[in-house]
C-alpha cells in the first residue's frame, strides 16, 4: 500500500511538474488590426508625395512577454496615392507588383528593447534590416510605431519618373508605420 501512494505520488508530482512547465511555455497570438498605418513618404524633382497602404496583413507571437515572431504583409495593389492612379501605376511598376505581389518582414529577433531585426522584402528582393521602434502592450493590444529609411536601389527599384524624365523620384524614402495587433 505505501509503495502504491509513493507510486502515485511521483506521477502527481510529474503532472504538476509538466502543468507548470507548460504554463511557463504559454504563448499569445495577436493579429493586425485594420486601425494600423502604414504610410511611404518620398520626394521627387518636383514635389514631395506620400502613398499610405489601404489594407494589411499580419501577426505577431509573445512568449512570457518576449516578441518571438512578427510577420507581416501589404499587397503591392493596396499601396494608393493621393495623386492618382497614374502614380500608383508607376509606383507599382517599380515595385514589379506583377512579379513581386506583396511587401513583407519576418521578424527574426528584438536587438534590445526598441530595435527590430528582421528580413525585409521589398520587389521581391530581401535584405536583413534594423527597424528602430516603440513597442508597447496594453491589455489584449500590442503596439508596435516606427520607420525606417531605405534606398530604393538597394531593393533593384529603379525610381520612377516622369514627364520624359523631367521629373525624377528621389531615391531614399521613409516607411512609417504604427501597426496595432490586436490577441486573439
Known amino acids: ?8 505520488k511521483k506521477i502527481l508530482a510529474l503532472f504538476l511538474f509538466f502543468g507548470f512547465s507548460m504554463v511557463g511555455l504559454a504563448q499569445d497570438s ?9 504610410t511611404i513618404d ?8 506620400t502613398v499610405s497602404a489601404n ?10 512577454e518576449s516578441l518571438i515572431a512578427i510577420n507581416f504583409k501589404v499587397a503591392v495593389a493596396d499601396i494608393i496615392s493621393e495623386r492618382g492612379a ?9 515595385l514589379k507588383k506583377e512579379e ?18 528582421g528580413a525585409l522584402t521589398i520587389a521581391g528582393m530581401t535584405k536583413n534590416v534594423e527597424i528602430t ?36 523620384v528621389g531615391d531614399e524614402v521613409n516607411i512609417k508605420f504604427d501597426l496595432v495587433f490586436k490577441k486573439g
Do not use: C
Not at 495577436?30 to 502604414?38: G, I, Q
Not at 513581386?100 to 531585426?117: A, G, I
Open 1 to 8: 500500500m505505501n509503495k502504491r501512494l509513493d507510486t502515485m
Open 30 to 38: 495577436y493579429n493586425l488590426s485594420s486601425e494600423s498605418k502604414l
Open 42 to 49: 518620398g520626394t521627387s524633382t518636383a514635389h514631395s508625395w
Open 55 to 64: 489594407k494589411m496583413e499580419g501577426n505577431l507571437m509573445q512568449q512570457n
Open 86 to 94: 497614374a502614380m500608383d501605376k508607376k509606383m507599382h511598376a517599380a
Open 100 to 117: 513581386h505581389p506583396k511587401v513583407s518582414f519576418v521578424f527574426e529577433q528584438l536587438k534590445n528593447t526598441s530595435t527590430l531585426f
Open 133 to 168: 521602434a516603440e513597442i508597447a502592450s496594453e491589455g489584449n493590444t500590442m503596439n508596435i510605431k516606427g520607420g525606417k529609411k531605405i534606398v530604393l536601389q538597394d531593393f533593384g527599384i529603379e525610381p520612377p519618373s516622369a514627364m520624359f524624365g523631367q521629373i525624377v
